[in-house]
């Protein structure tokens, strides 16, 4: 069983890659998918949105006040309720019972039944779910710095203060779109009154997905492209839709739940839809990561790292690649085009490129782009090989007691690549590539 899942692994992640036609193409869609299936069944993601869901608890109702008090600085008092609505609203008859219980507590903090202790508790809450949303993000992306105190401070500020506002003004403008005048004269005019009526009925979901784009753009603390975000953002905003009106339909027929957990099942379904909530942005994030980033396709979460051969033959690739440009006038090469362009995942490459730039063979830019240290022309192959095979920077070199036929053997192998390659610099690496088409 587990080679014939391994077949199908390799089949579906490596030998689609080089397949023609439409089977080769269907492949290579399903690859996204199950890579999503597969992850999702590790357990990793579930982990994080169960976490988020206790973080969110005792978060919402601060968040809340705080979006309370910036929409009534704009006349906006009564809409925060809409929204808090639309999010328990798959929960069915208990949306409006769970609505009234979060607006009460916010009303609680605004009214200043806390003191000084829980106000600073609640804030603490607040940084803390900021702080777990990123960190699951940037698990996803593989990103292992976060962003400074300092950066948090302003940039999710700024999110917090706009975030309300845009979310009202979006709701606002979907709720009396079939009402302004010029949506009367199109369905007077036109006809147009049901596509109206369809696109009114889409909006909610539409907002869903611009929101989940927008989040996937923002907050993991690497550079996401557009279209990956975009793609994940439709494809989370898709789910949601879905999701939520199955998780409506199962509470309109869970009586029997009810019934079992009586009033403690309205606390139950919203953690599960939370829960639900947090699941789905995390898949979309993965989506958006895998889209950006196939290379981590056959791999997912699992430790990747290079062997001995494949060391070195990355490395070899990447310096021909460097230089190539180098020669050309231009600084291209970031370590993730790289990775892009070699197929090999970035945190495998990363040792690779640390251990030539320890060695005074490449150095970066400003705008992290990798150059020659120096010029190609003194730059040896040999060399180049000497520091790949060294030892990685940060990992202390460990002294073996080998027997002297080994240490012969291997004297004798450093003897043969040396002669072997010769006086051979980078430059003349890059001049042997052939031209395209030749």
Same mark, same amino acid.
């Given at each position: /069983? !587990?080679?014939?899942?391994?077949?199908?692994?390799?089949?579906?992640?490596?030998?689609?890659?080089?397949?023609?036609?439409?089977?080769?193409?269907?492949?290579?869609?399903?690859?996204?998918?199950?890579?999503?299936?597969?992850?999702?069944?590790?357990?990793?993601?579930?982990?994080?949105? /169960?976490?988020?869901?206790?973080?969110?608890?005792?978060? $919402?109702?601060?968040?809340?006040?705080?979006?309370?008090?910036?929409?009534?600085?704009?006349?906006?008092?009564?809409?925060?309720?809409?929204?808090?609505?639309?999010?328990?609203?798959?929960? =069915?008859?208990?949306?409006?019972?769970?609505?009234?219980?979060? /607006?009460?507590?916010?009303?609680?903090?605004?009214?200043?039944?806390?003191?000084?202790?829980?106000?600073?508790?609640?804030?603490?809450?607040?940084?803390?779910?900021? !702080?777990?949303?990123?960190?699951?993000?940037?698990?996803?992306?593989?990103?292992?710095?976060?962003?400074?105190?300092?950066?948090?401070?302003?940039?999710?500020?700024?999110?917090?203060?706009?975030?309300?506002?845009?979310?009202?003004?979006?709701?606002?403008?979907?709720?009396?779109?079939?009402?302004?005048?010029?949506? !009367?004269?199109?369905?007077?005019?036109?006809? $147009?009154?049901?596509?109206?009526?369809?696109?009114?009925?889409?909006?909610?979901?539409?907002?869903?997905?611009?929101?989940?784009?927008?989040?996937?753009?923002?907050?993991?603390?690497?550079?996401?492209?557009?279209?990956?975000?975009?793609?994940?953002?439709?494809?989370?905003?898709?789910?949601?839709?879905?999701?939520?009106?199955?998780?409506?339909?199962?509470?309109?027929?869970?009586?029997?739940?009810?019934?079992?957990?009586?009033?403690?099942?309205?606390?139950?379904?919203?953690?599960?839809?939370?829960?639900?909530?947090?699941?789905?942005?995390?898949? =979309?994030?993965?989506?958006?990561?895998?889209?950006?980033?196939?290379?981590?396709?056959?791999?997912?979460?699992?430790?990747?790292?290079?062997?001995?051969?494949?060391?070195?033959?990355?490395?070899?690739?990447?310096?021909?690649?460097?230089?190539?440009?180098?020669?050309? =006038?231009?600084?291209?090469?970031?370590?993730?085009?790289?990775?892009?362009?070699?197929?090999?995942?970035?945190?495998?490459?990363?040792?690779?490129?640390?251990?030539?730039?320890?060695?005074?063979?490449?150095?970066?830019?400003?705008?992290?782009?990798?150059?020659?240290?120096?010029?190609?022309?003194?730059?040896?192959?040999?060399?180049?090989?000497?520091?790949?095979?060294?030892?990685?920077? =940060?990992?202390?070199?460990?002294?073996?007691?080998?027997?002297?036929?080994?240490?012969?053997?291997?004297?004798?192998?450093?003897?043969?690549?040396?002669?072997?390659?010769?006086?051979?610099?980078?430059?003349?690496?890059?001049?042997?590539?052939?031209?395209?088409?030749?």
């Amino acid at each position: /069983m !587990q080679h014939l899942l391994h077949r199908l692994e390799t089949t579906l992640f490596i030998d689609s890659r080089s397949m023609p036609g439409p089977v080769g193409v269907a492949l290579r869609l399903v690859r996204y998918p199950a890579a999503l299936l597969r992850d999702w069944l590790r357990g990793e993601l579930n982990m994080r949105a /169960m976490s988020l869901v206790y973080t969110t608890l005792l978060s $919402l109702v601060p968040l809340m006040a705080f979006s309370f008090s910036v929409l009534k600085g704009l006349g906006a008092r009564s809409d925060l309720q809409l929204l808090v609505f639309q999010f328990f609203r798959p929960m =069915g008859a208990a949306a409006d019972q769970l609505t009234a219980r979060v /607006m009460q507590f916010v009303e609680n903090v605004r009214g200043g039944v806390l003191g000084s202790v829980g106000l600073a508790f609640l804030i603490y809450t607040v940084i803390t779910t900021v !702080q777990k949303v990123e960190e699951s993000f940037n698990f996803v992306w593989r990103v292992d710095r976060p962003r400074s105190w300092a950066r948090r401070l302003s940039e999710y500020v700024s999110v917090m203060i706009i975030g309300p506002v845009f979310m009202v003004a979006a709701l606002g403008l979907l709720a009396s779109a079939e009402n302004t005048a010029l949506a !009367q004269w199109l369905s007077q005019h036109l006809g $147009l009154g049901a596509m109206l009526t369809s696109l009114s009925r889409l909006g909610p979901h539409l907002l869903v997905a611009a929101v989940f784009t927008f989040l996937y753009s923002f907050i993991p603390n690497t550079r996401v492209r557009f279209v990956p975000a975009l793609v994940g953002g439709i494809t989370a905003g898709v789910l949601w839709a879905l999701v939520s009106r199955l998780f409506a339909g199962v509470i309109a027929y869970s009586a029997q739940m009810v019934a079992i957990y009586t009033g403690f099942a309205i606390v139950l379904t919203a953690l599960i839809w939370i829960y639900l909530n947090w699941l789905i942005l995390l898949i =979309g994030a993965q989506l958006c990561f895998y889209v950006q980033c196939p290379q981590y396709l056959p791999h997912g979460h699992a430790p990747v790292e290079l062997n001995g051969r494949m060391f070195e033959h990355v490395g070899l690739a990447a310096m021909q690649l460097i230089g190539r440009d180098f020669a050309a =006038g231009r600084r291209y090469w970031t370590s993730n085009r790289l990775a892009e362009a070699l197929d090999v995942p970035s945190v495998a490459l990363a040792p690779v490129m640390a251990s030539l730039e320890s060695a005074s063979i490449i150095v970066a830019t400003e705008q992290e782009c990798w150059m020659p240290a120096r010029s190609m022309e003194s730059i040896t192959l040999a060399e180049i090989m000497t520091a790949i095979r060294g030892a990685r920077p =940060g990992r202390k070199a460990v002294a073996i007691a080998a027997t002297p036929a080994a240490d012969a053997l291997m004297q004798e192998l450093e003897d043969a690549l040396r002669e072997r390659l010769g006086s051979r610099t980078l430059a003349d690496l890059v001049a042997s590539e052939r031209p395209e088409g030749s």
